[in-house]
């Protein structure tokens, strides 16, 4: 067969495929991977997901350990305050993780035994493991190929007498369609309980995430756009669910007992119902209260980041991630292409050579149904959720912090470009 002839002015060159060239590309000896020089020093190792910390923070736990007052206490419940005043929301309850967050959900939302829960299947396992520790059982939905998130209408058509709620997955960053999602439990009566661990800054329609739904779920883990080492958040509208949160989180002890050694004297408590030891310490909090201060400055640095890569990758072989529309105010959490699947490489291979290069990289996620945990306990497989499947495959994360500066930024975008071909601009 004659290959099409390339148009007037069109450079020859360029009828090489970029599969070939890029599968090429990473046999070349100038790759850190086979013995070439790194763009980044092994000593100099870009960590993925630094957090950017300062000496607010610092300064913070200092405190704490001074006023020798370092589990939960007076700073934890400012935090509570300042984190429900930023999002807009009437209560916050902090916990020690988002994991602990939405255990806690599905317990206050009575979920249990011969319960259903959709969950996405592109998503970090805890999602899927709160609904198992509450003894229900998830169903995974697959994910819409642009956004990455929960595809509403194939949860629509997995929706069976038993389930009870859905917890969208805010990925990225990107806010999920919950007027869509809004619509679909009202109309066949679902709870609906927000996983916002990557979303604090999200807005949809100006609304924020984790306010639509009954419960919103906050993860402050070491990577997450707001740390506190481990901790994590819930939001709720009512009053009598917040009582009821702090409670389980502390042993299922009657409120306030953390109070019980302060200066006011010893306070008996009770143990009114079976709780977990999911509390917050002030030792977390002190971080992130200066952490929550500095959170819109570091959006708009991952915003910005973001911006950079979206240019200078726009013509390697990637899928890159889409812009979000107009009414979305997208968190910029984590910085997804995927690796095309004709480009001559696999994104195994991408993420060995940037390894080597020097640059930190991670891969969010490989879908859930392809997890032994779930294919042997729940019969799981590839094709309840192909496209989160092929997402899995080809999905890589770049680092995407405030903590990183230009010279970091530029060394990702060369690194990138060493792999997967391109010339060595940098933008
Ligand atoms: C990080 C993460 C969690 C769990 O958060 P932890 O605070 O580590 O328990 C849950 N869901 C998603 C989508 C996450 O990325």
Redesign the pocket.
């Known amino acids: 067969m004659k290959s099409q002839s390339p148009k007037s002015g069109e450079k020859t060159k360029k009828a090489v495929p970029n599969r070939v060239k890029t599968a090429a590309l990473i046999q070349s000896k100038s790759l850190a991977l086979n013995g070439g020089k790194p763009v980044r020093n092994p000593h100099d190792f870009l960590l993925f997901g630094a957090p950017a910390l300062g000496r607010a923070e610092i300064a913070g736990v200092v405190d704490s350990m001074r006023r020798r007052w370092i589990g939960t206490g007076p700073k934890v419940a400012r935090f509570e305050k300042e984190f429900a005043e930023y999002q807009g929301a009437e209560y916050a309850v902090a916990v020690n993780?988002?994991?602990a967050a939405?255990h806690l959900s599905m317990v206050a939302l009575g979920l249990g035994p011969g319960d259903e829960v959709l969950v996405p299947a592109l998503?970090?396992c805890?999602?899927a493991n709160a609904v198992l520790h509450a003894g229900a059982t998830p169903i995974p939905v697959d994910v819409l190929p642009d956004t990455m998130n929960i595809n509403v209408e194939e949860a629509e058509q997995k929706i069976t007498k038993r389930t009870r709620a859905i917890i969208p997955?805010h990925f990225a960053g990107r806010p999920c369609a919950m007027h869509e999602i809004m619509a679909l439990a009202k109309r066949h009566r679902l709870q609906i309980v927000e996983?916002c661990?990557?979303a604090i800054e999200t807005r949809y329609y100006d609304q924020p995430a984790g306010t639509f739904g009954e419960l919103g779920c906050f993860?402050?883990?070491a990577t997450?756009n707001l740390t506190t080492g481990?901790g994590?958040m819930l939001l709720t509208s009512q009053k009598a669910r917040a009582d009821r949160l702090k409670r389980l989180a502390l042993h299922g002890m009657s409120q306030d007992a953390w109070k019980r050694f302060g200066d006011e004297g010893y306070k008996h408590y009770d143990v009114v119902e079976l709780g977990y030891k999911y509390n917050m310490t002030d030792m977390a909090a002190a971080i992130g209260l200066p952490q929550l201060a500095a959170l819109e400055k570091n959006w708009k640095k991952r915003k910005a980041i973001w911006a950079q890569y979206q240019k200078a990758f726009s013509d390697l072989p990637l899928t890159l991630p889409a812009e979000p529309l107009v009414y979305e105010r997208h968190a910029y959490h984590l910085y997804t292409p995927l690796i095309q699947r004709n480009s001559g490489i696999t994104r195994d291979q991408v993420l060995s050579a940037l390894t080597a290069e020097g640059i930190g990289v991670g891969v969010h996620y490989r879908s859930l149904c392809d997890h032994p945990l779930y294919r042997k306990r729940l019969g799981w497989k590839r094709s309840d959720a192909p496209v989160a499947g092929r997402i899995g495959d080809q999905t890589l994360s770049l680092p995407l912090s405030p903590s990183m500066n230009q010279k970091d930024v530029l060394d990702v975008i060369t690194a990138m470009r060493k792999v997967l071909g391109g010339k060595s601009k940098t933008t």
Do not use: I, R
């Open positions: 993780s988002c994991t939405l998503t970090f805890a999602t997955v996983d661990a990557h993860s402050f883990y997450k481990e994590g």
